[in-house]
Structures are given as structure tokens and as C-alpha cells.
DNA sequence: TAGGTGACGGACC
DNA sequence: CGGTCCGCCACCT
């Protein structure tokens, strides 16, 4: 649990819920978006924890090589994470691969906030 | 408690 | 581009 009261897996999923239909994350991506740089791992747990069907995109999250995670502990959900991709209009390839740099999303951060104090 | 196993990532060859 | 190794850390024997 962190400070507001959130724990690991509740905060992969906001995370997760952030990446735009049609685009794509990287597991380190999200680590990082939630302050836990270099748990790239912890996060596809998380993500396996999830009970599906879910709200969570977590299709939209592949790893940095540009290739869907294909596991037999997956027991199926790599198969249809291909199928939902392709359903949002990204290519996969059969064994898995697809075109990341351009699919690749970026979290926009406000430049400057409303309190931020000014010269 | 120690050791093996991942929905990972980066360095190297 | 592919294959290996290693660091990583939560899970499960």
C-alpha cells in the first residue's frame, strides 16, 4: 500500500488504464510510471493477477523487444492479447512480434501546473 | 530457508 | 537479427 492507500497491482492498473486504444506500453514503462523503476517483473505479475475478461487494457503492454510475451502459464490469454491488438489495428505477427516504435506511447506530463510559481 | 521459476530488460557476441 | 548471460524480485515449493 502506498500513501494513498494503493497497492502494487491497483497502481499497474491506473497505470495501465492510461495507454490510449491502439497503442502500446512496455512492462518497464509502467513500472517507472508508478515510481518502481527495474520492476519491469513485478508488473507482468500483476498483470497475471488480473482476472479476466477485464476493463484493464493490459493487451496494450508488450516487452521492450517489441514482442507479445507468449508463455504456456499464459494458459491462452497471449493468443488473445495478438487478437486484440490486431482488433485495435496493430499488426502482430503470428509468432508474436509487432511494429513497437511506432505504436509506442507516451505518457504526456503537464508542463506546467497551475501552481507552479513563475519569475 | 534455499533454490527454482518467470507476461522483464539491458549488455554482449 | 538471434542466442546467452546476468541482475532483478515476487512466488512457490
Redesign the pocket.
Known sequence: MDRAGLSFDQRVQAAVALVPRGRLA????IAELIGAY????????A??R?PLPSAVP?HR?V???GRI?M????EG??WM?IELLRAEGIPVQADGRLPLRRYLWSPEFPLVDACSISA
Open positions: 512496455t512492462y518497464g514503462q527495474g520492476c519491469a517483473r513485478q508488473v507482468g505479475w498483470l497475471r488480473l493490459w503492454v516487452n521492450a523487444q510475451s508463455s504456456p502459464g499464459r490469454s497471449d492479447q
